[in-house]
C-alpha cells in the first residue's frame, strides 16, 4: 500500500494497483462500524485524515515508510494494544 494526495494505492496479487480516494474509502467504512484504521504505508496521512470522520481511531503517515519499518511498527503497536496498552500510547512506541 502506498499514498498521497490522490489517494491509496492499493497492490494485488498479481502486481496491478487501484487509487482509492480517502473520500471513498470514508463512505466505505462509514458503513462497515470500524473502529481503527492503520494506514501503514507511504504518504498516508492526508489520507487519514479524510476518513476520520468515519472511524473512531486513524493512524498514517507523513513520509516515505521502508517495509522493514512498516511492519516493526505493526508487529510492536498491535502487541502493545493485546497487552491492554491505551492506543495512543500503543501508537508512539
Do not use: P, W
Request: hydrophobic share 45%.
Amino acid at each position: 500500500m502506498h499514498g498521497g494526495d490522490a489517494g491509496i494505492v492499493f497492490e494485488n496479487r498479481v502486481g496491478g494497483s487501484t487509487i482509492v480516494a480517502g473520500d471513498s474509502l470514508r463512505r466505505f467504512l462509514l458503513r462497515k462500524g470500524v473502529d481503527l484504521v492503520v494506514l501503514n504505508g507511504c504518504f498516508t496521512a492526508a489520507q487519514a485524515s479524510k476518513i476520520r470522520r468515519a472511524v473512531r481511531a486513524v493512524i498514517g503517515t507523513t513520509g516515505a515508510v521502508l517495509d522493514v519499518a512498516a511492519r516493526e511498527f505493526a508487529t510492536t503497536f498491535y502487541h502493545y494494544l493485546g497487552e491492554g496498552m491505551m492506543l495512543s500510547s500503543a501508537a508512539r512506541r
